[in-house]
């Protein structure tokens, strides 16, 4: 039996997403945005309100996007429920350092290992900022040795909306077909 | 030690949807769409390139997307890799059912426990299909006790493009803040 649930953002899994920006002054400031995604194969599309952060974008058409993993989870959550307006140490507390991309002016947060570093095309509908991912900054302890991202070294979170709970991914469970055979 | 990747769509984790869409002859279809996210409360975005599924959606101006999971990820896979346009049993291969959506012109795929019923808002850059979530329709057997979608229930999957591999959501590993306390 199938049930109605109404109109909910009800997409899994979704990532959680720690966006860096800098202020006019060249201060990084971190938020955690729930909602976008990969839009293309060099964009990404994210949702956000009237935030520090929207009014450091505009300033400097740019912003990167850290992946939430479980080593970094505390920090990833706070820097999601205090405002660098009310709260000038903000990073400081997070126990987030920066260094500035070299691809775009926003800050990569040197303590998450993966990074996308990207530059505004537009804004959509006044929230949905479009953006070219212009570099993917990781870190070396997270790479196979096949040099590519190994979600055996890397876990990234997703966050249950309807329980405020996090969840890590698990293990493999498949291979996907590939030029008409399936890779095992 | 930080390595630059170069500009890829490298957001983790991101969902597996597959996208149902009604022909003009009111036949289903389906495919596997690995780019897109929740842009709002009550919106989505999937970006395709031409499908039969986007000649479907042109006509329709709406569509569904199901979430893939570990109980049907070779159908799920199967539908991203076989065109309607040269298997016209697609559906049936796959071993798809479908039931018209009681809220937009687009086909419920009976055997995926949840699926978003969506209509198109509009086509942003000719391949970023926006669209408001009419309805999420789920099957009671992914419920927890509360009424709410449960992870300890429903096992999603995850796409990893650099290996083709497909991985499950594991373990809840915390708990967000809430109205400033800690939910445990």
């Known amino acids: 039996m199938r049930k109605d649930l109404g109109a909910k953002p009800y997409l899994f899994p979704q ?26 194969n060099k964009e990404i599309m ?61 800050p990569v947060i040197n303590e998450l290992p993966l990074t996308l570093e990207c530059e505004l095309i537009k804004v959509i509908d006044d929230s949905k900022y479009l953006a070219e991912i212009k570099n993917v900054s990781v870190d070396e302890a997270i790479l196979g040795s096949d040099g590519e991202v190994s979600l055996e070294k890397f876990a990234p979170i997703t966050f249950d909306t309807a329980h405020y709970g996090y969840y890590r991914l698990g293990e493999r469970v498949g291979t996907a077909f590939k030029d008409g055979e399936q890779l095992k």
Request: hydrophobic share 40%.
């Open 15 to 40: 990532p959680v997403m720690i966006i860096g920006t800098y202020d006019e002054e060249g201060n990084a400031n971190a938020m955690n945005a729930a909602w976008g995604g990969i839009v293309g």
């Open 46 to 106: 994210v949702d956000l309100s009237n935030h520090k952060t929207t009014d450091n974008i505009q300033k400097t058409k740019a912003f990167t996007v850290s992946v939430a993993d479980v080593a970094h989870l505390t920090a990833c959550d706070y820097v999601g429920i205090v405002s660098a307006n009310k709260e000038p140490d903000k990073m400081k507390k997070a126990g987030f350092t920066t260094t500035k991309s070299k691809y775009v002016n926003a």
